[in-house]
Antibody
Framework: EVQLVESGGGLVQPGGSLRLSCSAS????????MHWVRQAPGKGLEYVST????????YYADSVKGRFTISRDNSKSTLYLQMRSLRVEDTAVYYC???????????????WGQGSLVTVSS | EMVLTQSPGTLSLSPGERATLSCRAS???????LAWYQQKPGQAPRLLIY???TRATGIPDRFSGRGSGTDFTLTISRLEPEDFAVYYC??????????FGQGTKLE
Protein backbone atom coordinates (compact mmCIF):
# COMPACT_ATOMS: atom_id res chain seq x y z
CA GLU A 1 0.00 0.00 0.00
CA VAL A 2 1.29 3.44 -0.94
CA GLN A 3 1.75 5.70 2.08
CA LEU A 4 2.72 9.36 2.13
CA VAL A 5 3.31 10.97 5.51
CA GLU A 6 3.97 14.70 5.74
CA SER A 7 5.74 16.39 8.64
CA GLY A 8 7.32 19.70 9.53
CA GLY A 9 4.28 21.95 9.59
CA GLY A 10 3.58 24.44 12.33
CA LEU A 11 3.32 28.09 13.27
CA VAL A 12 5.79 30.53 11.74
CA GLN A 13 5.97 34.31 11.64
CA PRO A 14 5.65 36.25 8.38
CA GLY A 15 9.01 36.37 6.66
CA GLY A 16 10.10 33.14 8.29
CA SER A 17 11.08 29.77 6.87
CA LEU A 18 9.89 26.21 7.23
CA ARG A 19 10.76 22.88 5.63
CA LEU A 20 8.14 20.23 5.00
CA SER A 21 9.05 16.59 4.54
CA CYS A 22 7.07 13.73 3.04
CA SER A 23 8.12 10.18 3.79
CA ALA A 24 7.00 7.72 1.11
CA SER A 25 6.60 3.96 1.22
CA UNK A 26 4.87 1.16 -0.66
CA UNK A 27 6.22 2.02 -4.11
CA UNK A 28 9.50 2.64 -5.91
CA UNK A 29 9.90 6.29 -4.94
CA UNK A 30 12.73 6.97 -7.40
CA UNK A 31 10.50 6.07 -10.36
CA UNK A 32 7.81 8.70 -9.88
CA UNK A 33 7.42 12.44 -10.02
CA MET A 34 6.10 14.01 -6.85
CA HIS A 35 3.99 17.09 -6.20
CA TRP A 36 2.90 19.49 -3.49
CA VAL A 37 -0.65 20.89 -3.41
CA ARG A 38 -2.04 23.21 -0.75
CA GLN A 39 -5.44 24.14 0.57
CA ALA A 40 -6.08 27.31 2.56
CA PRO A 41 -8.65 26.97 5.36
CA GLY A 42 -12.13 26.64 3.85
CA LYS A 43 -10.80 27.12 0.32
CA GLY A 44 -10.10 25.01 -2.75
CA LEU A 45 -7.02 23.16 -3.95
CA GLU A 46 -4.00 25.08 -5.24
CA TYR A 47 -1.13 23.50 -7.14
CA VAL A 48 2.26 24.37 -5.60
CA SER A 49 5.17 22.46 -7.12
CA THR A 50 6.46 19.37 -8.97
CA UNK A 51 9.75 17.51 -9.10
CA UNK A 52 10.50 14.77 -11.61
CA UNK A 53 11.71 11.35 -10.58
CA UNK A 54 15.46 12.09 -10.50
CA UNK A 55 15.09 15.59 -9.09
CA UNK A 56 16.54 17.22 -12.16
CA UNK A 57 13.44 19.16 -13.20
CA UNK A 58 11.29 21.30 -10.96
CA TYR A 59 8.19 23.40 -11.55
CA TYR A 60 6.40 25.99 -9.43
CA ALA A 61 3.19 27.98 -9.27
CA ASP A 62 3.78 31.68 -9.86
CA SER A 63 2.55 32.38 -6.31
CA VAL A 64 5.53 30.56 -4.76
CA LYS A 65 8.23 30.87 -7.42
CA GLY A 66 11.46 32.25 -6.00
CA ARG A 67 10.37 31.55 -2.39
CA PHE A 68 9.76 27.79 -2.30
CA THR A 69 12.15 25.01 -3.32
CA ILE A 70 11.07 21.43 -3.97
CA SER A 71 13.62 18.63 -3.71
CA ARG A 72 13.85 14.92 -3.07
CA ASP A 73 16.22 12.36 -1.61
CA ASN A 74 15.60 9.10 -3.42
CA SER A 75 17.93 7.22 -1.07
CA LYS A 76 15.59 8.15 1.80
CA SER A 77 12.30 8.02 -0.19
CA THR A 78 11.61 11.52 1.03
CA LEU A 79 10.20 14.63 -0.64
CA TYR A 80 10.87 18.12 0.69
CA LEU A 81 9.44 21.60 0.35
CA GLN A 82 11.66 24.41 1.62
CA MET A 83 9.54 27.49 2.19
CA ARG A 84 11.13 30.93 2.69
CA SER A 85 9.82 34.48 2.99
CA LEU A 86 6.51 33.07 4.17
CA ARG A 87 3.41 35.21 3.92
CA VAL A 88 0.09 35.10 5.75
CA GLU A 89 -1.51 33.92 2.50
CA ASP A 90 0.72 30.81 2.53
CA THR A 91 -1.32 29.50 5.48
CA ALA A 92 -2.72 26.17 4.32
CA VAL A 93 -2.68 22.42 4.61
CA TYR A 94 0.12 21.17 2.37
CA TYR A 95 -0.41 17.81 0.68
CA CYS A 96 2.30 15.56 -0.68
CA UNK A 97 1.08 13.72 -3.77
CA UNK A 98 2.46 10.92 -5.92
CA UNK A 99 2.43 11.44 -9.66
CA UNK A 100 1.43 8.84 -12.23
CA UNK A 101 4.67 8.96 -14.19
CA UNK A 102 8.32 9.88 -13.91
CA UNK A 103 8.57 13.20 -15.72
CA UNK A 104 5.80 15.17 -14.03
CA UNK A 105 4.25 15.81 -17.45
CA UNK A 106 0.71 14.56 -18.08
CA UNK A 107 0.70 13.51 -14.44
CA UNK A 108 -2.49 12.84 -12.54
CA UNK A 109 -2.25 12.92 -8.75
CA UNK A 110 -2.72 9.70 -6.80
CA UNK A 111 -2.60 9.10 -3.91
CA TRP A 112 -2.45 12.08 -1.56
CA GLY A 113 -0.94 12.27 1.90
CA GLN A 114 -3.03 13.42 4.85
CA GLY A 115 -1.47 16.87 4.81
CA SER A 116 0.55 19.12 7.11
CA LEU A 117 -0.81 22.43 8.38
CA VAL A 118 1.36 25.51 7.97
CA THR A 119 0.18 28.64 9.76
CA VAL A 120 1.86 31.95 9.02
CA SER A 121 0.93 34.49 11.65
CA SER A 122 2.49 37.03 13.98
CA GLU B 1 -2.61 30.24 -17.63
CA MET B 2 -5.57 27.93 -18.05
CA VAL B 3 -8.61 28.59 -15.88
CA LEU B 4 -11.06 25.83 -14.97
CA THR B 5 -14.59 26.91 -14.04
CA GLN B 6 -16.81 24.39 -12.26
CA SER B 7 -20.57 24.62 -12.11
CA PRO B 8 -22.71 24.69 -10.18
CA GLY B 9 -20.96 25.89 -7.06
CA THR B 10 -23.35 23.88 -4.93
CA LEU B 11 -25.62 21.04 -6.02
CA SER B 12 -28.44 19.95 -3.72
CA LEU B 13 -29.74 16.45 -4.39
CA SER B 14 -31.00 13.38 -2.55
CA PRO B 15 -29.67 9.82 -2.37
CA GLY B 16 -30.70 7.82 -5.43
CA GLU B 17 -30.74 10.87 -7.70
CA ARG B 18 -28.39 11.56 -10.59
CA ALA B 19 -25.70 14.24 -10.25
CA THR B 20 -24.11 16.07 -13.16
CA LEU B 21 -21.09 18.29 -12.47
CA SER B 22 -19.49 20.52 -15.09
CA CYS B 23 -15.92 21.71 -15.64
CA ARG B 24 -15.17 24.21 -18.38
CA ALA B 25 -11.64 25.17 -19.42
CA SER B 26 -10.55 28.57 -20.74
CA UNK B 27 -8.60 26.82 -23.50
CA UNK B 28 -8.52 23.34 -24.96
CA UNK B 29 -7.23 20.70 -22.53
CA UNK B 30 -4.30 18.83 -24.03
CA UNK B 31 -4.91 15.14 -24.80
CA UNK B 32 -7.97 15.01 -22.51
CA UNK B 33 -5.63 15.40 -19.53
CA LEU B 34 -8.47 16.14 -17.14
CA ALA B 35 -8.94 14.53 -13.73
CA TRP B 36 -11.67 14.60 -11.08
CA TYR B 37 -11.10 14.35 -7.32
CA GLN B 38 -13.46 13.88 -4.40
CA GLN B 39 -12.81 15.45 -1.01
CA LYS B 40 -14.76 14.74 2.16
CA PRO B 41 -14.51 16.99 5.25
CA GLY B 42 -11.26 16.53 7.12
CA GLN B 43 -9.86 14.17 4.49
CA ALA B 44 -7.35 14.40 1.67
CA PRO B 45 -8.66 14.44 -1.89
CA ARG B 46 -9.10 11.13 -3.70
CA LEU B 47 -8.64 10.53 -7.40
CA LEU B 48 -11.85 9.46 -9.14
CA ILE B 49 -11.27 9.92 -12.87
CA TYR B 50 -8.25 10.59 -15.09
CA UNK B 51 -7.92 10.98 -18.84
CA UNK B 52 -11.36 12.61 -18.72
CA UNK B 53 -13.15 9.23 -18.58
CA THR B 54 -11.04 6.49 -16.97
CA ARG B 55 -12.06 5.48 -13.48
CA ALA B 56 -9.25 5.15 -10.94
CA THR B 57 -8.69 1.86 -9.16
CA GLY B 58 -11.50 0.98 -6.79
CA ILE B 59 -13.89 3.70 -7.93
CA PRO B 60 -17.48 2.44 -8.31
CA ASP B 61 -18.98 2.40 -11.79
CA ARG B 62 -21.71 4.85 -10.78
CA PHE B 63 -19.00 7.49 -11.33
CA SER B 64 -18.37 8.37 -14.98
CA GLY B 65 -16.57 11.15 -16.78
CA ARG B 66 -16.79 12.43 -20.28
CA GLY B 67 -15.79 15.37 -22.42
CA SER B 68 -13.00 16.78 -24.53
CA GLY B 69 -11.61 20.11 -25.60
CA THR B 70 -12.96 22.64 -23.15
CA ASP B 71 -16.08 20.96 -21.71
CA PHE B 72 -16.03 18.07 -19.26
CA THR B 73 -18.65 16.37 -17.09
CA LEU B 74 -18.60 14.13 -14.04
CA THR B 75 -21.79 12.11 -13.57
CA ILE B 76 -22.81 10.11 -10.53
CA SER B 77 -25.64 7.88 -11.72
CA ARG B 78 -27.31 7.09 -8.39
CA LEU B 79 -26.14 9.01 -5.37
CA GLU B 80 -25.13 7.06 -2.30
CA PRO B 81 -24.93 8.78 1.11
CA GLU B 82 -21.12 8.61 1.00
CA ASP B 83 -21.00 10.57 -2.28
CA PHE B 84 -21.90 13.89 -0.67
CA ALA B 85 -18.62 15.78 -0.76
CA VAL B 86 -16.71 18.45 -2.70
CA TYR B 87 -15.54 17.59 -6.22
CA TYR B 88 -12.63 19.21 -8.05
CA CYS B 89 -11.52 19.01 -11.65
CA UNK B 90 -7.87 19.41 -12.61
CA UNK B 91 -5.99 19.80 -15.87
CA UNK B 92 -2.61 18.06 -15.94
CA UNK B 93 -1.23 18.47 -19.41
CA UNK B 94 1.13 18.81 -20.95
CA UNK B 95 3.40 20.17 -18.22
CA UNK B 96 3.23 21.86 -14.82
CA UNK B 97 2.11 24.20 -13.42
CA UNK B 98 -1.29 22.54 -13.27
CA UNK B 99 -4.70 24.02 -12.46
CA PHE B 100 -7.66 23.02 -10.31
CA GLY B 101 -11.23 24.18 -10.61
CA GLN B 102 -12.77 25.96 -7.64
CA GLY B 103 -14.88 22.94 -6.66
CA THR B 104 -18.53 21.86 -6.59
CA LYS B 105 -20.10 21.02 -3.27
CA LEU B 106 -22.60 18.18 -3.53
CA GLU B 107 -25.02 18.37 -0.62
Amino acid sequence: EVQLVESGGGLVQPGGSLRLSCSASGFTFSSYAMHWVRQAPGKGLEYVSTVNSDGGNTYYADSVKGRFTISRDNSKSTLYLQMRSLRVEDTAVYYCVKGSGSSGWYDWFDPWGQGSLVTVSS
Amino acid sequence: EMVLTQSPGTLSLSPGERATLSCRASQSVSSSSLAWYQQKPGQAPRLLIYGASTRATGIPDRFSGRGSGTDFTLTISRLEPEDFAVYYCQQYGPSPPYTFGQGTKLE
